[in-house]
């Protein structure tokens, strides 16, 4: 190499560097690795003392059909961890265990550049009409009071297992569900003051894990059940057979469930 290619080396180097400082210029950012996402996987799960699960890690961008209301997913690089031979238990108030013998796959899907979760998912259960799943547009109208900000960016403190826990001691169903569907996000309520005064996650969002139980058995709201208004929630035809369980992902602490979206 020249002289003065050297000198042209050296002047393309300072200028992209002051482009990147500028902030006109992104660096490219390292994806993770197969190894790291299988870890991943299994500390956001918490199911690595299962000694029967098969793994396998595919790279792949995320599919329409995966995408998560309101985050747009649809398309970024991500790695799915299948997990085969999952054992979905629960333990009941005497410390007896319980197992949903309908689940026995995850699929975790992590962002391949941070590795943050984007979702965790059972299949689709082949006996379901594919009608009866809404689609995107469909999930972010329901959430007329509700949005989605973003993907916490630390690993929670409460895996997905221990979610699904204190989702089955709030109103239970994890031993029945056909699909369980878990999100970990930021989530706001965007519920106007003067129908809510009060509303946590208004003001700033708060991390949560959402854990949706779908294709239950059909179920009625219970008569304590309360809309955001105040109002008693309304009887419906035919009844509900899904619930969305929120749960701290600090404490584990169940803080309600409600069929939005």
Not at 9 to 18: D, E, G, K, L, M
Not at 80 to 109: A, K, M, Q, W
Not at 121 to 132: C, K, L, N
């Amino acid at each position: 190499m020249t002289r003065l290619q050297v000198r042209a080396v050296v002047t393309a180097t300072a200028v992209i560097v002051s482009l990147i400082a500028c902030g006109l210029v992104l660096a490219a950012s390292p994806e993770i690795s197969e190894a790291d996402a299988v870890r991943l996987a299994f500390q956001y799960t918490g199911v690595g003392d299962q000694k029967d699960i098969t793994l396998t890690a595919s790279r792949e961008n995320i599919a329409a059909d995966d995408n998560v209301p309101f985050l747009r997913l649809a398309g970024r690089p991500a790695w799915r961890v299948r997990l085969d031979n999952v054992r979905i238990v629960v333990r009941g108030p005497s410390g007896e265990t319980y197992e949903n013998p309908l689940i026995h796959r995850l699929d975790v899907f992590l962002d391949a550049g941070n590795g943050r979760l984007l979702k965790i998912i059972s299949p689709f259960p082949p006996d379901a009409a594919p009608a009866t799943q809404p689609t995107l547009a469909q999930r972010e109208k329901r959430m007329r009071y509700e949005r989605y900000d973003g993907l916490p960016p630390e690993i929670p403190g409460v895996n997905f297992m221990q979610a699904l826990q204190s989702a089955q001691e709030g109103l239970g169903g994890a031993t029945k569900a056909k699909q369980i569907e878990a999100l970990y996000v930021l989530f706001r309520r965007t519920v106007p003051v003067e129908i809510a005064p009060i509303a946590e996650c208004r003001d700033a969002p708060c991390p949560r894990w959402l854990v949706t139980l779908r294709y239950l058995p059909p179920i009625d709201p219970p008569l304590l059940l309360r809309r955001l208004d105040g109002k008693p929630a309304q009887y419906r035809t035919p009844p509900f057979e899904h619930w969305q369980h929120h749960v701290d992902p600090v404490t584990g602490k169940w803080l309600g469930a409600g069929t939005v979206p």
